[in-house]
């Protein structure tokens, strides 16, 4: 357990008088910057105000633990002290309050209390409770994997504690002995939520079932807080692995400016707690330690009013944003270049996708030390239930390669956490029917992450997943999610359908500054093979591949129903209809340019894919064709999809009946030439 022996005496902690002095200045700047914000939201000045006030002597006490030099902190919403305790200046926390375009966080993209300060190791945050536990941990396990010794402390009220994420992220750093601090500010309420109606047994208790120690510590008293703080830095540095730490504390505000907290809590309550003010046990302790004086409190005052005034004037007087456009894409990418003839076949050995899959991440990982792989069952032996990652624990070892538990929210956050920290991270989820619980990771964390920081973090994550039907994999081993993630501006969908193209996408992927999702048709993993180019390979992102040319109609489509409209297009041609294939490869981006071309060339355009019809890709190909090319139209876009029901049934006599056939594409393909 930590070593928590309720040390009362700074100099007992190697704290000198100095320290806690500036830990008393910080802890009233923070207060002052609150009554601040809430003046200024009473006069309609700001429209938001997320309130701090009770926490100051947590936060403060935690940050004058850590070293900003080496270490990481992911703070939330309500750590105005921490952050200011850090070395965030009150000016920057007030543009974020105006929402100014120089704010640092977000330059007024994200509602205020959203901090990210690169240059402190202080990674972004979103919204949602408690999705920076995963990015933590993922930060904690690159910083161990290269051989730091810095720590990494999240914090959250105890509410976060109930998600999902919270205990995924706990499970991993105790499995893995991260270096890592969870501070939970417990102020017993979650809005109006009293904690015992959202936590079970106790908050430090849940570290038990982690194996990892959990103290609770009162977190008005600042040296208390500092003192396990300390204690459990120590630990992570030794390599002993994380610490909980749930610091009992009280916010005397309303949860947020649109709270009414009179409804849910009474005036004595809140009565009661001001008498433990943080700041008052501080200053107490520093009167009777004599390292305060009448004169000296007057001075930090006053200098903490001055530089609260100073900081409100030079915010409010900065320019409002007025760029709501930019950084959506650390490499934004603009198809220009329409394919015009198929590619020539590509020359190499010859290869199905997932041993091309197999070979080029070895490839990638002898080329690339800083990446790694992770996912469920991912690490040798096994190497991937598809035998895609076979391998690469052996020759690059298990900090590189490694099985995550199931947990696929975890996956995706790990990943954007090893970005964040430096890594060039490829989260395998085993299938696309299981990435639903990390659709929160995924549309709102990694897509949003170079947006909503205006490009001051960004992240490499490649997600890679094998998705489709045609393979027996029944209700929950085939879908279509591409509609779902090609939606999210910020991410980069595609669908390779070739062995050769997997590799050049991967590569792509692999080096590519923003998030990509590389959809993998699983019913092509050993149906297509063909020749893969040695070495390094790369198909651009946004670029379509033209497969077959022809002046009747141009078939749409991608993954395996590329390669079946390929077939299909050579069956035709024996009937004399000339059938082009574009076979799109990237969804998001989408080619515009090439799409344009083939409906200029022949007018008439089948869209096919396995997903079903309604809100499908499709409809986004087809509204585009009907917004930009209707005159160039010689008969009415086509879409041959799945019929409207939950994709795929079992029965392979279900199956067939629904999932798009080579003969199905023909069929359509003959009628509409005939239009
Ligand atoms: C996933 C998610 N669900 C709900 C919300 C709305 N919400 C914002 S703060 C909050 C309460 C959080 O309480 P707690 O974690 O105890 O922290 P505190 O605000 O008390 O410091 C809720 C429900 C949200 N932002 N994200």
């Not at 900003?68 to 703070?75: F, I, K, T």
């Not at 302790?285 to 609260?308: H, M, P, Q």
Request: glycine share 8%; aromatic share 8%.
């Amino acid at each position: 357990m930590l070593e928590l022996d309720n040390v009362r005496d700074h100099n007992a902690l190697g704290l000198s008088g100095d320290q806690l002095i500036d830990m008393y200045r910080k802890m009233l700047l923070a207060r002052k910057l609150d009554e601040r914000v809430w003046a200024l939201n009473r006069q309609g000045r700001v429209p938001f105000v997320v309130s701090v006030a009770g926490h100051e002597g947590t936060q403060v006490g935690a940050a004058f633990a850590l070293d900003s030099d080496r270490d990481w902190s992911l703070p939330y919403y309500r750590d105005v002290a921490f952050n200011l305790a850090m070395g965030v200046s009150a000016k920057d926390l007030f543009l974020g309050v105006f929402a100014k375009a120089a704010d640092p966080a977000s330059a007024g993209r994200q509602m205020p209390n959203h901090w990210s300060e690169p240059d402190l190791n202080i990674f972004s945050a979103s919204s949602v409770i408690a999705t920076q536990f995963p990015h933590a941990c993922g930060i904690a396990h690159h910083l161990k994997a290269t051989g730091t010794d810095s720590v990494v402390m999240v914090s959250s009220g105890e509410g976060a504690t109930s998600e999902g994420d919270f205990h995924e992220a706990m499970n991993f750093a105790g499995l893995h002995k991260l270096p890592m601090i969870f501070l939970i500010e417990n102020n017993l309420y979650a809005i109006s939520t009293p904690s015992h109606q959202e936590v079970a047994g106790t908050v430090a208790e849940r570290a038990v079932g982690y194996g990892m120690p959990g103290v609770e510590v009162d977190g008005n008293d600042i040296l208390a807080v500092y003192g396990v703080m300390t204690a459990a830095v120590q630990r992570a540095r030794a390599g002993e692995g994380p610490s909980l730490i749930e610091a009992k504390t009280y916010r005397y505000y309303a949860h947020t400016s649109d709270d009414d907290d009179k409804v849910y809590r009474s005036a004595e309550e809140v009565e009661l707690w001001r008498r433990k003010d943080p700041i008052l046990v501080l200053k107490q302790y520093l009167v009777e330690s004599r390292l305060l004086g009448e004169d000296l409190e007057a001075e930090i005052e006053a200098g903490v009013t001055k530089e609260v005034a100073e900081a409100v004037k030079e915010a409010d007087a900065a320019p409002d944003p007025l760029d709501w456009e930019s950084n959506v894409y650390a490499k934004p990418i603009v198809p220009d270049d329409p394919a015009t003839e198929p590619e020539p076949d590509p020359v190499g050995e010859t290869m199905n996708m997932i041993t091309a899959i197999n070979s080029t991440l070895h490839e990638i990982f002898a080329e690339h030390d800083d990446t790694s792989i992770f996912g469920e069952d991912v690490g040798d032996p096994k190497g991937g239930v598809f035998k895609a990652t076979m391998g690469l624990t052996d020759a690059f070892g298990s900090d590189r390669s490694f099985n995550t538990p199931l947990a696929e929210a975890l996956i995706i956050g790990l990943g954007i956490g090893i970005g964040a920290a430096g890594g060039r991270p490829i989260a395998e989820i085993q299938f696309a029917d299981f990435i639903h619980p990390a659709f929160d990771q995924i549309v709102s964390e990694v897509a949003r992450l170079h947006y909503r920081t205006n490009g001051r973090w960004s992240s490499p994550l490649v997600i890679r997943t094998p998705y489709g039907g045609g393979i027996h994999g029944a209700l929950y081993h085939s879908q279509s999610i591409e509609a779902f993630y090609a939606h999210v501006p910020g991410l980069k969908v595609v669908v390779p359908s070739t062995p050769a193209d997997i590799k050049g996408l991967l590569w792509s992927a692999v080096e590519d500054p923003d998030p990509v999702m590389i959809l993998e048709p699983k019913k092509l993993y050993r149906l297509a093979s063909g020749p893969v180019p040695e070495g390094p390979h790369r198909v651009p992102i946004g670029k379509a591949a033209l497969r077959r040319s022809g002046d009747d109609l141009t078939i749409i489509a991608y993954g395996t129903m590329a390669h079946f409209a390929v077939e299909a297009s050579d069956i035709l041609r024996k009937e004399d209809i000339e059938a082009a294939v574009l076979d799109l490869r990237s969804l998001r981006p989408l080619d515009w340019p090439s799409i344009e071309r083939a409906v200029r060339r022949n007018g008439k355009v089948l869209i096919v894919h396995e997903d079903t019809k309604f809100g499908g890709f499709g409809a986004e190909i087809a509204a585009q064709i009907a917004e930009k090319s209707l005159d160039w139209l010689d008969a009415p876009v086509r879409r041959y999809c799945t019929p409207e029901v939950p994709t795929f049934p079992y029965s392979s006599t279900l199956e067939e009946q629904v999932f798009p056939s080579v003969a199905g594409i023909v069929a359509q393909a003959r009628s509409l030439a005939a239009y």
